[in-house]
Structure formats: structure tokens, C-alpha cells
């Protein structure tokens, strides 16, 4: 009797477990990046205020520039008012957080730590001139703005949470791969912040440095990380500012996978992170498309020392390269620190068309390859 009653438990033991594991949630932080110094067409507000009503469990993460509301403010007043109606909850369960209120967006391993602050410190001002509730929670970043030096700056300014993941853009760069679902990331001075790491299984996808197999959520990626004891993987994709196609997984990926911002994310969370003594060895950085750029641009041009040399001859006091354009301060710095060329404030569009103007075919055809790569 013993036997016939323990083999319907058992087997409604199994079928238990099985339906729990092909129930386990998986998550994503969606949102946006970008700024009116780098792309923010005119209809971006208005769009996400329309898909955010389309989609109900959609949510959003921001990285703006702070200065592009004092343009929205003007130019597109209902859908502005719109989204500071929207951006109002800022609770764990609101669906919008604003994540990186830097000024400028630096890449901030290659600036001074006075910079850095002014960069929170203007930025944060800026937009609570515009959302007067705003709270600042967790900082992440779409590109590898990152640096040792953060969590005490994040700290000081009252942040609870970071991110060191940023799946879609590891072309400019990227954390090395540790720890599990959480770490505390601890500065040189000792200040640590609870914060979401690029994962040990989060591998750059096959035959590629661009982007980690956590860009979508993959299979392969949330698997490994339940396998690997996360109970709350989670993938990531902050979109440029103007592509049109709302939340970003559209159906791809692990299924079920829910949106969360990441306040709302780490609410969820409870697993003991493990310390992690983060050095600035630890950001893996890279020259950009500016790469490609410099390589075909040198053979044709003079060298940087050359540009530096000429400009002052011609009393630029090394400020212009040609009619212009801004590159003999880009040039001094990678003399300097090659690495540092790496932000996109530095390579800056004025540059790529001043290539493309000597390069002709060939530097739009290097623009083509990029802007197919960024899809």
C-alpha cells in the first residue's frame, strides 16, 4: 500500500519540478541612450510615451543626455508632459527609472575624478529642474562608463545599485566576466555598491567582441545562468535613441522573460553577492569605430605628431585640424593615452566625415559596414 501511494507523489514530485523549471522567469533592462549631442530624433518622446502604452509590461531604462529636456521641454510640450506624468513613480514597481544622469555621458575611466562629479552633479541638477521627484537609484550604462572610482562617487550621491553589464556595445569595450547574480563592487577607498556584474556566464557571442549572449537574452545565456545557481538572470540592451522598434526583444530569446528596470530588479534579488575588488584593470576597454577610421585615414594623412606640429605653425595652438574641425586635441591625447581616443566625445562625427571627405568610397563604405553593425 506504502509502494502504490509513493508513486503517484513521486510522480506529481516530478511533474512539479518540471513545470517550476520551465516556468523560471528570466528578466531584461530595456530602454534608451543616446542625447541632442548624439541622436535624439524630435519624435522620441512621443514614441515612448505611445509604445509604453501599447505595451503595458514594458518598461523602460534612460540614459539621455540631461540637457535634451530643456529642448524636448520646448518643442514637443504635450508628449514632455506626458512623460514627466510617466516618469512620476519612481518605486520599485514604477516602469521607468532614469539610470545614467551623467551630463555628458563620459566613458569616465579617462577623465579625473573632478570630472566625474561634475558630470553627476550637472546632470543630476539638470534633471531635477525637469522631474522635481526624480530618485536615483542604480547607474548603469549602455557603453563601458565604468571605473573603479565609482562606487564611492555613486555612494555620495545616494545610489543603492549598479550595473556593470553592457551586453550590446562591447565593441567600445567591456567588464571581465565574474561572480554570480550579485557582487558588491568595492572601490580603492573601500565604499562598495550592491551591483549587477557581467556574470562568469556571460560569454561574448561566438567569433564576435561586439556583444554578449545576454544582448538578447538567449537560450544559452539564462540556461547556463540557472544551471550556474542565478535565480534571476537578467539581460540587457539600452537602444539608440530613435530606432523604431519599442521593446527590443519582440518575441527572441528565453521565454518567459519579464521587464523590469533595474531598481525594480534588485528589489527582486536576495541572493548573497560576494565581494568583488574591482581595479581599473578591470575594465577591458577598446578604440572604437574610430579604428577603422584611423586606419585607413593615416596612410593618406600626416601622423598625429605631424597634425600637432602643422596646427601650431599655423597658430591653431593645436586646436583644429583642418577648416575647423576639432582633431589636433584628440590627436595629443592618444599620443598620450591611445586608450583614451575610445569615448565617442573625443572620436566625435566631425571627425568621421573629415575621413570620409579624403577617404571618399572607401570612408563611406567604413560607415556603411558601422551603422549595418549597429542594427
Known amino acids: 500500500m506504502k509502494r502504490l501511494l509513493t508513486l503517484p507523489l513521486l510522480l506529481a514530485s516530478l511533474i512539479g519540478a518540471s513545470q517550476t523549471g520551465a516556468s523560471q522567469t528570466a528578466y531584461f533592462i530595456d530602454g534608451y541612450h543616446g542625447g541632442i549631442y548624439g541622436h535624439l530624433p524630435s519624435r522620441q518622446t512621443k514614441f515612448m510615451v505611445e509604445q509604453l502604452a501599447a505595451h503595458p509590461d514594458w518598461k523602460i531604462n534612460l540614459e539621455l543626455e540631461p540637457e535634451s529636456w530643456d529642448s524636448i521641454e520646448k518643442s514637443d510640450p504635450v508628449n514632455y508632459a506626458a512623460f514627466q506624468r510617466l516618469i512620476a513613480d519612481q518605486s520599485a514597481g514604477g516602469r521607468i527609472e532614469y539610470v545614467n544622469p551623467a551630463y555628458g555621458q563620459s566613458y569616465l575611466y579617462n577623465i579625473s575624478g573632478e570630472s566625474i ?187 598625429f605628431g605631424e597634425l600637432i606640429d602643422s596646427g601650431r605653425e599655423n597658430g591653431r595652438h593645436g586646436g583644429y585640424l583642418e577648416r575647423g574641425s576639432p582633431a589636433i586635441g584628440i590627436a595629443r591625447r592618444s599620443l598620450a593615452n591611445p586608450a583614451a581616443v575610445s569615448a565617442p566625445r573625443l572620436l566625435d562625427s566631425t571627425l568621421q566625415r573629415q575621413a570620409r571627405r579624403h577617404l571618399g568610397r572607401q570612408g563611406s563604405a567604413l560607415d556603411r559596414r558601422h551603422r549595418r553593425a549597429r542594427r
Open 117 to 303: 562629479i561634475r558630470q553627476f552633479d550637472y546632470g543630476m541638477k539638470k534633471l531635477r529642474r525637469h522631474f522635481p521627484g526624480i530618485v536615483f537609484s542604480t547607474y548603469s550604462s549602455e557603453e563601458p562608463c565604468f571605473t573603479s572610482a565609482l562606487p564611492q562617487i555613486l555612494r555620495s550621491y545616494g545610489f543603492r545599485y549598479a550595473s556593470l553589464k553592457n551586453p550590446n556595445t562591447c565593441w567600445g569595450g567591456y567588464t571581465r566576466a565574474f561572480g554570480g547574480e550579485l557582487v558588491n563592487w568595492i572601490g580603492p577607498d573601500g565604499s562598495s555598491v550592491l551591483t549587477s556584474p557581467r556574470s562568469a556566464v556571460e560569454a561574448l557571442k561566438p567569433r564576435s567582441i561586439w556583444e554578449t549572449i545576454a544582448s538578447s537574452n538567449s537560450e544559452e545565456y539564462v540556461k547556463a545562468a540557472f544551471a550556474a545557481g542565478i535565480s534571476h538572470p537578467v539581460g540587457m540592451c539600452l537602444q539608440d535613441a530613435g530606432w523604431s522598434f519599442g521593446p527590443w526583444l519582440r518575441g527572441h530569446g528565453y521565454a518567459p522573460t519579464k521587464y523590469e528596470t533595474w531598481r525594480g530588479y534588485f528589489a527582486k534579488c536576495s541572493s548573497q553577492p560576494a565581494d568583488w575588488h574591482f581595479s581599473q584593470e578591470d575594465v577591458l576597454v577598446g578604440l572604437m569605430w574610430g579604428s577603422q577610421c584611423f586606419t585607413a585615414y593615416s596612410p593618406k594623412r600626416k601622423t
